[in-house]
């Protein structure tokens, strides 16, 4: 059953750039890859997508490779506010919808 | 104020009853999908609908009905041949078309207790 694969967890400390890699080895060739933020209790947040190479926002960038097997969410300086869950989300060749099963990022002062 | 609504955030239920849970979106878009979400674990798809009238199984659908009769709503039954039904569920919406999964809107999710 084809799925994606993250960190199951991650520690950092504040003003420190943090990377999370997510991998998607059967992920459709004409859909994005998306990631999302979730606090306790309440429901996942848009974070960025992408297609190829590399795309910035105001709160983080995704690096995704030319095969699109995997891709890199990019938080740059983070404060102890970005403590959460982070998700990536694919479709894959089979046309399902695959969350990812989260990376658990703590962020230390 | 745009956005998804979901009631009510904590809702109790005795085993054997079916109860259904709300979800409403005024963003005018046409994908809907349901979530279930276990602690510490991520999200899995239930259910989902690309247009009115239109839905599919997701990966657990067993135990869990849906209908798309409005665009803005697509409620959620959660049967009494659904298992372990105790979870928080969540909703979602995306302007997605044509299979492809554009950024999803969720509401602030639905937390059931069987008992």
């Known amino acids: 059953l084809a799925k994606t694969t993250q960190p199951i967890s991650m520690d950092s400390y504040e003003g420190q750039e943090v990377n999370i890699t997510c991998s998607h080895n059967n992920i459709a060739t004409n859909d994005y890859i998306t990631w999302y933020q979730q606090f306790p209790s309440q429901g996942p947040r848009f974070i960025i997508q992408g297609y190829k190479t590399k795309v910035t926002n105001e709160v983080a960038s995704l690096f995704i490779p030319a095969d699109r097997k995997s891709s890199t969410l990019s938080l740059p300086r983070v404060s102890l506010s970005d403590t959460a869950v982070y998700y990536c989300l694919v479709v894959n060749r089979d046309d399902k919808i695959i969350f990812g099963k989260g990376t658990r990022l703590h962020i230390l002062p | 104020d745009g956005g998804i609504t979901q009631s009510p955030k904590y809702l109790f239920r005795k085993e054997g009853q079916n109860v259904t849970l709300s979800c409403e979106q005024n963003?005018?878009?046409?994908?809907m999908y349901w979530y279930r979400q276990d602690p510490g674990q991520g999200l899995r798809l239930i259910y989902y609908s690309q247009i009115v009238n239109d839905f599919q199984k997701g990966d657990i659908a067993e135990g869990y009905s849906v209908s798309r009769e409005k665009k803005e709503s697509f409620p959620l039954t959660v049967t009494s041949a659904q298992k372990n039904p105790t979870a928080f569920y969540l909703c979602a919406s995306s302007s997605g078309t044509s299979g492809r999964v554009y950024e999803q809107y969720f509401g602030p999710g639905t937390r059931l207790t069987v008992t």
């Open positions: 963003l005018n878009h046409d994908a």
